[in-house]
């Protein structure tokens, strides 16, 4: 069960922001009420919501999961990778010491974005991308092995994040897309497998007695419902535009 998440409005500065993709530009009006529905949607799974105010100063500091990884024994900030992104850590920081004692730190020359750590039960595993490199999915690896987790370390071929392309909604159930489908490390897990024209809806989040999904993945919804699972759906369009899921906008612990 998760009690707690901390999301972080976005704010004007969003515009700014990273991103790979070439759908445009995001129209903030949109965005502030696409960003309500995600907080009411998390609500509505029954979970306790610290809303962290917009920062001007970090244009993507709304994408909150890549600063921390929140268990529900320890917290790990991380060391982001991107440069225009690293601060964003000072502004977790205290939000994060508000519920947790114990605190470990990925530290330089270790990288690591929270979007590329995958939580399912006892084991995690870490994607090495362009954001988290080698030394900080190692450090990663140490400090939850001594907490008495497994780690798995992924190098990545093409995903963005980790998290983009795959998502765990418990029972042992798998959700993934691309280069995850026939990857050894998720063999033993029941797959929903995700095909390409719907790719972006790997990345869901599974909270509590939901899944929220972004809006207009039928395909994606059916099998959800089908294997019992209700879902919230959530037009997500203007965080996608700079490369965001669903995952992304909240730490849920
Ligand atoms: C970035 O480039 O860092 C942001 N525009 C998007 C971050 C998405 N975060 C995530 O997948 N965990």
Same mark, same amino acid.
Do not use: W
């Given at each position: 069960?998760?009690?707690?998440?901390?999301?972080?409005?976005?704010?004007?500065?969003?515009?700014?922001?990273?991103?790979?993709?070439?759908?445009?530009?995001?129209?903030?009006?949109?965005? *502030?009420?696409?960003?309500?529905?995600?907080?009411?949607?998390?609500?509505?799974?029954?979970?306790?919501?610290?809303?962290?105010?917009?920062?001007?100063? *970090?244009?993507?500091?709304?994408?909150?999961?890549?600063?921390?990884?929140?268990?529900?024994? !320890?917290?790990? $900030?991380?060391?982001?990778?991107?440069?225009?992104?690293?601060?964003?850590?000072?502004?977790? =920081?205290?939000?994060?010491?508000?519920?947790?004692?114990? $605190? @470990?730190?990925?530290?330089?020359?270790?990288?690591?974005?929270?979007?590329?750590?995958?939580?399912? /039960?006892?084991? *995690?595993?870490?994607?090495?991308?362009? &954001?988290?490199?080698? /030394?900080?999915? &190692?450090?990663?690896?140490?400090?939850?092995?001594?907490?008495?987790? =497994?780690?798995?370390? +992924?190098?990545?071929?093409? !995903?963005? @994040?980790?998290?983009?392309? +795959?998502?765990?909604?418990?029972?042992?159930?798998?959700?993934?897309?691309?280069? !995850?489908?026939?990857? %050894?490390?998720?063999?033993?897990?029941?797959? $929903?497998? +995700?095909?390409?024209?719907?790719?972006?809806?790997?990345?869901?989040?599974?909270?509590?007695?939901?899944? $929220?999904? %972004?809006?207009?993945?039928?395909?994606?919804? &059916?099998?959800?419902?089908?294997?019992?699972?209700?879902? +919230?759906?959530?037009?997500?369009?203007?965080?996608?535009? @700079?490369?965001?899921?669903?995952?992304?906008?909240?730490?849920? *612990?």
């Amino acid at each position: 069960m998760f009690k707690n998440v901390i999301v972080k409005t976005p704010g004007n500065s969003y515009i700014n922001g990273l991103t790979t993709s070439n759908l445009g530009k995001p129209n903030l009006e949109e965005l *502030f009420e696409q960003h309500n529905r995600y907080v009411e949607a998390l609500k509505k799974c029954g979970v306790e919501v610290t809303h962290l105010p917009a920062n001007e100063a *970090f244009p993507d500091s709304t994408f909150v999961e890549d600063t921390a990884v929140l268990t529900s024994e !320890f917290a790990i $900030i991380s060391n982001p990778g991107a440069d225009a992104r690293n601060r964003e850590i000072e502004d977790i =920081e205290p939000a994060v010491k508000n519920f947790y004692n114990k $605190i @470990h730190y990925i530290k330089a020359p270790g990288t690591l974005d929270g979007g590329d750590v995958l939580q399912a /039960e006892k084991k *995690f595993y870490v994607g090495i991308s362009d &954001r988290t490199n080698e /030394e900080g999915a &190692r450090q990663f690896k140490e400090i939850v092995e001594k907490e008495g987790y =497994e780690a798995t370390i +992924i190098p990545l071929k093409e !995903f963005f @994040h980790l998290k983009t392309g +795959i998502a765990y909604v418990g029972e042992n159930r798998m959700v993934l897309a691309g280069e !995850f489908i026939d990857h %050894p490390a998720f063999a033993s897990y029941e797959k $929903i497998i +995700i095909p390409k024209e719907d790719e972006y809806s790997a990345n869901c989040i599974q909270v509590n007695d939901y899944v $929220i999904i %972004p809006a207009g993945y039928l395909e994606t919804n &059916r099998k959800l419902n089908e294997l019992g699972y209700k879902t +919230i759906e959530l037009d997500m369009s203007e965080f996608r535009k @700079h490369d965001g899921g669903l995952s992304c906008l909240s730490l849920r *612990f």
